[in-house]
T-cell receptor
Framework: QKEVEQDPGPLSVPEGAIVSLNCTYS??????FMWYRQYSRKGPELLMY????GNKEDGRFTAQVDKSSKYISLFIRDSQPSDSATYLC????????????FGKGTRLSVIA | EPEVTQTPSHQVTQMGQEVILRCVPI?????FYWYRQILGQKVEFLVS????????KSEIFDDQFSVERPDGSNFTLKIRSTKLEDSAMYFC????????????FGPGTRLTVT
């Protein structure tokens, strides 16, 4: 079983839709979770980061973690064409100096 | 807003040649990382670096790879004898300190080995 699984998409939604992006993981030691946005041939841009289970909101973005199900989500409200990108989940077991384990990314297109 | 910078943005090299990829991490960060992303694949961890030494490395980071922090600002990745399969985007990242866990990535260097 792969450590972090993420549906690669592509996911296509109309402008204004609510987008739900998800990752599952197998390593129960993971407790730090991040979402990155990556435009084509660019570096991952940190969007949200959360510790352990629960919700975190930042503007149109909400990150959810359910450690009991080993499932994390990123919701984008009122999606815009500028949200079109690949969204990567990443996670680690420790804070500080620790490698991140990434999902493969979900490619999102928001159509005007 | 402080950011991680990387040079060059694109490097083309012939198989067997040495390349050095350069990064300037965010200035007050303590932890430095190299990751790579082969086209269409996951971002993969290569190596982490703290206090002037390697903290952790993946199985990808074999003897052909080395890292260095030659001065107070630069962080470099050297590939001694490039192979075709080293063609990828290489990302540098930095992290603030022991109580933080988020990592900030640079724009990447696209390495093409011919």
């Amino acid at each position: 079983q792969k450590e972090v699984e993420q549906d690669p998409g592509p996911l296509s939604v109309p402008e204004g839709a609510i987008v739900s992006l998800n990752c599952t993981y197998s390593n129960s030691a993971f407790q730090y979770f991040m979402w990155y946005r990556q435009y084509s041939r660019k570096g991952p841009e940190l969007l949200m980061y959360t510790y352990s289970s629960g919700n975190k909101e930042d503007g149109r973005f909400t990150a959810q973690v359910d450690k009991s199900s080993k499932y994390i989500s990123l919701f984008i409200r009122d999606s815009q064409p500028s949200d079109s990108a690949t969204y990567l989940c990443a996670m680690s077991a420790h804070s500080g100096n620790t490698p991140l384990v990434f999902g493969k990314g979900t490619r999102l297109s928001v159509i005007a | 807003e402080p950011e991680v910078t990387q040079t060059p943005s694109h490097q083309v090299t012939q198989m067997g040649q040495e390349v050095i990829l350069r990064c300037v991490p965010i200035s007050n960060h303590l932890y430095f990382y190299w990751y790579r992303q082969i086209l269409g694949q996951k971002v993969e961890f290569l190596v982490s670096f703290y206090n002037n030494e390697i903290s952790e490395k993946s199985e990808i980071f074999d003897d052909q790879f080395s890292v260095e922090r030659p001065d107070g600002s630069n962080f470099t990745l050297k590939i001694r004898s490039t192979k075709l399969e080293d063609s990828a985007m290489y990302f540098c990242a930095s992290g603030e300190g022991p109580s933080s866990y988020e990592q900030y990535f640079g724009p990447g260097t696209r390495l093409t080995v011919t």
